[in-house]
């Protein structure tokens, strides 16, 4: 984690150097899609890993704004925290049933609790990656490139909660154990 922290306030100093505006995001490169929502992406897996690049490109956006805005950061980070929760809801929700039993439940969510923790950090690795090929000179594309992915996320958040009470009602009915900390 520490390697992650000291890559993404690298890119956040180039970034802040070169100037890049982060404001503007609507005709640049996005890691995701963003024609549709993510919710109408047939293919669970591409839509899981749409979500896990939300989650790694809210992680380095929150890591990024940390110094300067340590409230706004916190915010965005949980907006990742909910990605990952999205990530794993979007694996089950087709599978769901009114009367679904614990053992099938637990058999459905072995995957996805998985891929909740895993799949975020595949796609951190290989968003990172893209921007050490970038160098210095693409720190500014770079910014463009991470903001407009934040942008696109953020226009799903209303998916997003969907499957945060999806979450949340699974949890409340003893399906879901919580993790013991």
């Known amino acids: 984690m520490k390697q ?14 070169f100037g890049a505006s982060l404001a503007s995001a609507a005709d640049d ?16 897996n591409r839509q899981a890993e749409t979500w896990a690049v939300c989650a790694a490109s809210y992680d380095i956006m929150s890591t990024i704004m940390e110094p300067k805005a340590p409230d706004r950061a ?13 990530l794993g809801m979007s694996m089950v929700a087709n599978e769901l049933e009114p009367d679904i039993s614990q053992e099938r439940f637990n058999e459905l969510w072995a995957s996805p609790s998985l891929a909740m923790a895993e799949m975020p950090q595949v796609q951190l ?20 490139k991470i903001n407009a992915t934040v942008v696109i996320c953020i226009d799903n ?25």
Do not use: C, H
């Open 74 to 86: 916190k915010q965005i980070a949980d907006l990742g925290m909910g990605a990952r929760v999205a």
């Open 29 to 44: 490169p996005a890691y995701v899609d963003g024609s549709k929502p993510f919710v109408e992406i047939e293919d669970v």
């Open 125 to 144: 690795n290989s968003i990172l990656s893209d921007a050490e090929s970038m160098g210095t000179e693409g720190a500014e594309a770079f910014g463009k």
């Open 4 to 17: 992650f922290e000291t890559k993404i306030k690298f890119l956040a100093m180039l970034i802040s150097l």
């Open 157 to 181: 958040l209303k998916s997003q909660q969907m499957y945060i009470d999806t979450w949340q009602q699974l949890a409340e009915s003893g399906l879901l154990q919580m993790p013991q900390n």
